[in-house]
Antibody, heavy 122, light 106 residues
Framework: QVQLQESGPGLVKPSQTLSLTCTVS??????????WTWIRQHPGKGLEWIGYVYHSGNAYYNPSLKSGAAISVDTSKNEFSLRLSSVTAADTATYYC??????????????WGQGTLVSVSS | IQVTQSPSSLSASVGDRVTITCRASQSIGTFLNWYQQRPGEAPSLLIY???TLQSGVPSRFSGSGSGTDFTLTISTLQPEDFATYFC??????????FGQGTRLEI
């Protein structure tokens, strides 16, 4: 059974870049035709999809995001990463990585990491 | 595409039958998924493609709907079902959106 684990700093200063990594275990990031995604949840709020990446490196992002997001993949390490530039306090959230299953055109998130809280503060 | 859940919160008792609804701002076929999030945990997939139960999910959970109106039903509430539930649409795969959540309380 695939497992995902987020890692990265829990505190980032405003205007700096937030960087998180998701390590995938129990399966190869290149198999199964899955996408790999980042989702965040502001404190006490709902879920916001950030974007997803394929093992080829092709990535797609939520057009509603104000901060510049970049998702990359490192197949040699079986991990994928999120970079969010020029962060503000509004980027304070719990960040989840997850696997995207594509079933007859429907995209659902069937495995999730435990989440990591990132606070943006000076 | 916006998805609106109702109610935003709901009080119920063990053994009750509960229904949560999700309405999309345009027709999305059956590209609608449901998640459960217990406090302090990550969300987990309950139902995908409107009505298909994810492996390992108890049969007291069911989903239905197509187009713009969808429902999640829990037939007989168990103590572990008190959580927050989210719907998510993937009709627009480059603009995936979630409902705002329904908090199910005892």
């Amino acid at each position: 059974q695939v497992q995902l684990q987020e890692s990265g700093p829990g505190l980032v200063k405003p205007s700096q870049t937030l960087s998180l990594t998701c390590t995938v275990s129990g399966g190869s990031i290149t198999s199964g035709g899955y996408y790999w995604t980042w989702i965040r949840q502001h404190p006490g709020k709902g879920l916001e999809w950030i974007g997803y990446v394929y093992h080829s490196g092709n990535a797609y992002y939520n057009p509603s995001l104000k901060s510049g997001a970049a998702i990359s993949v490192d197949t040699s390490k079986n991990e994928f990463s999120l970079r969010l530039s020029s962060v503000t306090a509004a980027d304070t959230a719990t960040y989840y990585c997850a696997r995207v299953s594509r079933i007859s055109g429907n995209y659902c998130f069937d495995s999730w990491g435990q989440g990591t809280l990132v606070s943006v503060s000076s | 595409i916006q998805v609106t859940q109702s109610p935003s919160s709901l009080s119920a008792s063990v053994g009750d039958r509960v229904t949560i609804t999700c309405r999309a701002s345009q027709s999305i076929g059956t590209f609608l998924n449901w998640y459960q999030q217990r406090p302090g945990e990550a969300p987990s997939l309950l139902i995908y493609s409107s009505s298909t139960l994810q492996s390992g999910v108890p049969s007291r959970f069911s989903g239905s709907g197509s187009g713009t109106d969808f429902t999640l039903t829990i037939s007989t509430l168990q103590p572990e079902d008190f959580a927050t539930y989210f719907c998510q649409q993937s009709f627009s795969t480059l603009s995936i959106t979630f409902g705002q959540g329904t908090r199910l309380e005892i």
